[in-house]
């Protein structure tokens, strides 16, 4: 298998390229027109650090790559526009492998109206896929960054935590499924395997007037800690009012496992924290209500001072403790 | 050692970002104002595959990388904008490993006037550099690709050839070095560890009105196999004509190579291969040379036709080779 032939078949899945590319994969650089400000990460999955190939499809794996770098332009209130991925094939991964990969990477394109762009193979020691991907806005002031936030905010999330997690426990040990419905335990795995990018509910976020916001890739222990020491503001955590995924309870139970650690400190969820003014919080209620994917939920507030805490409902703290990856 | 540490002290070696950047490293995402066109490229860079750590430093390793993801800037006719840089960190890799390479990029970056906008790091069980660049043009008309060159286009080349495949022969057998003066294999092997993107030269190009542009990363034969196709020229290169590296010649004598065959399939040399109206060429040539930093020189011709053939003096066809890097 040669990097050239192998490129000249994944441009052939390619469909056709979103309005704003004019040369597309395939030159020495994509060429686009972004007309406004653009937002741009950057996200790196190593086999054996970030996933298993015996736990996740290759289709899986790629579409998680991608999803996992658009989380973090939904978290900007962006709209997606280009990916450009490289691809790291170990030994043992054929062309027929590499492909299924890419099939997984352009379904979820062609989903969130993302263009694959451009990108690089090479041989690797371990399957390897560093995804970079740029989104849109008309004007920088319409992306929401990490340091907005104020004290007095209040501090919202989309959707559901802990699912990820659970999934995760679910993966590891099969034998927790006994816990939950079957159809409760697919979608806690799913929530594992594919993460879904909150993009519209981001973008919705973004319009209302969200001043700082950030994606929960960490567990959100430790994506407070971040968007609290970005804003300068303290943020204070209600447990109690924390949208727990559904069979989460049981599955912990099972496993033996506290749910509330694993809402806070499991990572991967996806969910997107945002700190708003509280007389925006109705109109982000009904614009995030309005796309129709998840609710949003209250559920804590920003404060002078540092640090995060996540209170108890009896009154208890609980530390905050994210995911370091080279920890 | 920790990511969030080591990403923290990453970004207290940032100079200040560039005009574009609203928003730099330490967010989800990036925010920049493009202003115009962009032109985005990704290379990936593996242990073992793409270079060995007991023949160039960690700083090499890391200036070498961005070098060559400019490079595809260069050959769009872009000018450098933002960079953002996946570390894959092997386990022997210590935190000031990872500072030196990434002090090798930003020497670079500033060099060239790029900022390192974003980035990502994780455990790999290799070292493992991707680098993201984007540059900018007023109008994506101002940026070349590969496509525009016709018939009749007189064929240009920057710089010297081979060096890089000679630098690389002085590396791998330093008993070669015997061959040529101290200063002459010292400048050959700077040419395979710190190759110059031609950024400045790529501009004037393509201001003088160059259709087509590619960067010999893989070496001039398979580089213009590249041109040839996606421009749907056939081309014919002069082996005559072409500027060899000063030293070449004796280090492949030494070595019992053909030196041509060095400079024609060698890959690295980062300089650029240009299609340009023949009535363009004099402009072409006294914009580069306006530049001080390297000559333009006419190697062939584009024609009706496909495919490429490097005429010897004697007549004879040279096939050209490249690089594949899965091969």
Chains 1, 2 share one sequence.
Do not use: W
């Not at 280009?82 to 492998?97: F, T």
């Not at 352009?106 to 690797?124: F, I, M, P, S, W």
């Not at 929960?216 to 009012?241: K, M, P, T, Y």
């Amino acid at each position: 298998m040669g990097e050239f032939e192998l490129l000249a078949k994944v441009r052939e899945r390619l469909p056709p390229a979103g309005a704003r590319v004019r040369i597309a994969s395939g030159d020495d650089a994509a060429v686009t027109v972004p007309g406004g400000a653009t937002a741009t990460s950057v996200d790196a999955l190593v086999e054996g650090v970030h996933f298993r190939r015996d736990s996740a499809t290759l289709a899986q794996i790629g579409r998680k790559a991608l999803a996992s770098a658009l989380s973090d332009l939904a978290a900007m209130g962006a709209e997606a526009g280009e990916a450009y991925v490289v691809v790291g094939v170990p030994p043992d991964l054929d062309e027929d492998g590499c492909l299924e990969l890419v099939d997984g990477i352009l379904a979820l394109a062609n989903e969130t109206g993302t263009t694959l762009a451009g990108g690089d193979v090479t041989r690797a020691p371990a399957l390897t896929l560093a995804v970079t991907v740029v989104g849109h806005a008309p004007t920088a002031e319409q992306l929401v960054g990490r340091a907005g936030g104020a004290p007095g905010d209040a501090l919202v999330l989309t959707g559901e935590i802990g699912g990820a997690a659970a999934g995760l426990l679910l993966l590891e040990q099969p034998e927790l499924a006994a816990s939950v419905p079957e159809a409760t335990a697919e979608r806690l795995r799913r929530r594992q395997l594919d993460p879904v990018p909150r993009l519209a509910a981001g973008r919705a976020l973004a319009a209302a007037g969200a001043r700082a916001m950030i994606d929960l890739s960490d567990g959100l222990g430790g994506d407070a800690v971040h968007l609290a020491a970005s804003s300068g503001v303290a943020i204070r955590i209600e447990a109690g009012a924390l949208p727990l995924a559904s069979g989460l309870a049981e599955v912990a139970a099972a496993a033996n496992r506290d749910p509330l650690e694993l809402a806070a400190s499991g990572g991967e969820d996806y969910e997107l924290l945002a700190a708003i003014a509280p007389e925006r919080l109705a109109v982000a209620m009904e614009r995030v209500g309005a796309v129709g994917e998840i609710a949003l939920t209250q559920v804590g507030e920003a404060l002078d001072g540092e640090g995060v805490e996540i209170r108890l409902p009896g009154g208890a703290i609980l530390e905050p403790a994210g995911f370091d990856q080279l920890g």
